[in-house]
C-alpha cells in the first residue's frame, strides 16, 4: 500500500445521511493522509462535486429523495463527472442491491459495518486502478479518465471551436472472427499509428488523439484540421490496412464470410473507418 504521504493529493468525498458516520470516515481518512469533503444529500453531493471534483466518493446507496443510485445516473450523464470511481456504502447484503449498485455506475460495494482499514484498501484499490487506466497497453494512447478529462476540459474551456471526432473500426468483428484477436489487435494498432501520424501531419499542438477500447479511438481538434486528419488517415488505411491484414483474393472480392446473430452467414465487407463528429460551440 501506499505510504500516507502519497496519498496527500487525493481527494475523497463522503456522501451519508448520518452524521456520525461521515465524521469517523473523514477522520479516519484524514489520519491516512488524505484529503476529505462531505455531503448529506445527493443533491449536495452533486453541487459539491461540480464546485471541487474529488479523485473517489464513498456513497451510500439509500438516502432521502435523492438517493445513492439516482447519483450514479446523474454522474454517468455528465462529462465532468462520469470517470470518478464510486464505492458505494450500504448496510443490505443482497444480491439485488450489489446489481442495482453495478447497473447505477458503481466501481465498488462496501457493506456496513465495515472495518475501516478494509475501507482503506478498497480506496486504495479503486484509486490505483483508476490512476492506471489511463494509458491504453494496447496502443499507449491516452485511455479512459485522460479522454474524459481531455472532454471536459474542452467544453469547459473553450477558446475556439473545437470537434470531438469519434472513430471506428468498422466490420472488426467479423474480421476477428474470420481470423483471430491476435490479428485484430495488430490492426487496432496499425490504425493508431496512422491516426497519430495524421495527427501528427495535418493537426496542431494542443489536438488530442485517445483510444477508448476495441476498435474505437477520438480525436479532439479545431474543426479544419479535423476534417483534414479524417482524410488523410482514411486514405492512408484504405490503402494500407486490406493489403496488410487480408489475403490478396479477399482483397479482390472485397468481403469476408461471416456469421450474424442467427448464425447465418453473410458477405461482410472489409474493415474501414468511420467517422463520427460532434461539435463543440464557441464560448461566447
Known amino acids: 500500500m501506499v505510504g500516507k504521504a502519497g496519498r496527500g493529493m487525493s481527494k475523497i468525498l463522503v456522501i451519508d445521511d448520518e452524521p456520525s458516520i461521515v465524521d469517523l470516515i ?10 476529505t469533503s462531505h455531503a448529506y444529500s445527493g443533491e449536495e453531493a452533486m453541487a459539491a462535486m461540480i464546485n471541487d471534483r474529488p479523485d ?3 456513497l451510500d446507496l439509500h438516502m432521502p429523495e435523492m438517493g445513492g443510485a ?11 463527472l462520469m470517470d470518478i470511481p464510486i464505492i458505494v456504502l450500504t448496510a443490505s447484503t443482497s ?4 446489481k442495482l449498485a453495478w447497473q447505477a455506475g458503481a466501481n465498488d460495494y462496501v457493506t456496513k459495518p465495515f472495518d475501516l482499514d478494509e475501507l482503506a484498501q478498497h480506496i486504495h484499490a479503486q484509486l490505483h486502478y483508476h490512476e492506471h487506466q489511463r494509458i491504453s497497453e494496447l496502443t499507449g494512447l491516452p485511455a479512459g479518465p485522460a479522454i474524459v478529462e481531455a472532454i471536459r476540459r474542452c467544453i469547459n474551456s473553450l477558446a475556439q471551436g473545437l470537434v470531438i471526432t469519434y472513430i471506428n473500426i468498422e466490420h472488426l468483428d467479423a474480421y476477428n472472427e474470420t481470423y483471430s484477436f491476435l490479428e485484430g489487435n495488430e490492426l487496432i494498432q496499425k490504425t493508431a499509428t496512422i491516426l497519430r501520424e495524421a495527427v501528427a501531419k495535418s493537426g496542431g499542438e494542443g489536438d488530442f488523439l485517445g483510444h477508448i477500447g476495441g476498435g474505437e479511438f477520438v480525436i479532439i481538434a479545431p474543426a479544419s484540421p479535423a476534417q483534414q486528419i479524417a482524410d488523410q488517415a482514411t486514405a492512408r488505411f484504405n490503402q494500407e490496412v486490406p493489403a496488410q491484414f487480408y ?7 472485397g468481403y469476408v464470410m461471416a456469421s450474424n446473430h442467427d448464425s447465418q452467414l453473410y458477405h461482410c ?13 464557441r464560448k461566447t
Open 26 to 35: 473523514e477522520v479516519y481518512l484524514r489520519d491516512e493522509g488524505y484529503q
Open 56 to 58: 473517489l466518493m464513498l
Open 70 to 80: 439516482e447519483v450514479c445516473r446523474e454522474m454517468q450523464q455528465d462529462p465532468r
Open 95 to 98: 444480491a439485488r442491491e450489489r
Open 247 to 253: 489475403p490478396a483474393a479477399v482483397c479482390k472480392q
Open 269 to 281: 465487407p472489409l474493415v474501414e473507418l468511420s467517422f463520427d463528429r460532434e461539435e463543440i460551440e
